[in-house]
């Protein structure tokens, strides 16, 4: 059974970072292209950031500057280190790879 799953959302001030996981099982995604993506209620999926098998990353222009995306392929695992949070990156983020999708993790940036 292949499987996506998201860790580490949570409620942050704004100003503040965190780091989403994604560890995957069931088959090798070392291989593929993989992606973080967000959406808030009520609104379209939107692609944050990318990395290739070889580790080339893109950025959407609104967390560029501030979001990492990084990949441990040894250990099947995605990362996004979001520093320098705002209220408008609240969503529930998820991962995605090999056309495989996590359920997601919720992030809520408030004060």
């Known amino acids: 059974q292949v499987q996506l799953v998201e860790s580490g959302g949570g409620l942050v001030q704004p100003g503040g970072s965190l780091r989403l996981s994604c560890i995957g099982s069931g088959t090798d995604f070392s291989v593929a292209a993989m992606g973080w993506y967000r959406q808030e209620l009520g609104k379209q999926r939107e692609l944050v950031a990318s990395i290739s098998s070889i580790g080339s990353t893109g950025y959407a222009d609104s967390v560029k500057g501030r979001f990492t995306i990084s990949r441990d392929n040894a250990k099947n695992t995605l990362y996004l280190q979001m520093n320098r949070l705002k209220p408008e990156d609240s969503a529930v983020y998820y991962c995605?790879?090999?056309?495989?999708w996590g359920k997601g993790t919720p992030v809520t940036i408030s004060s």
């Open positions: 995605s790879g090999r056309g495989y």
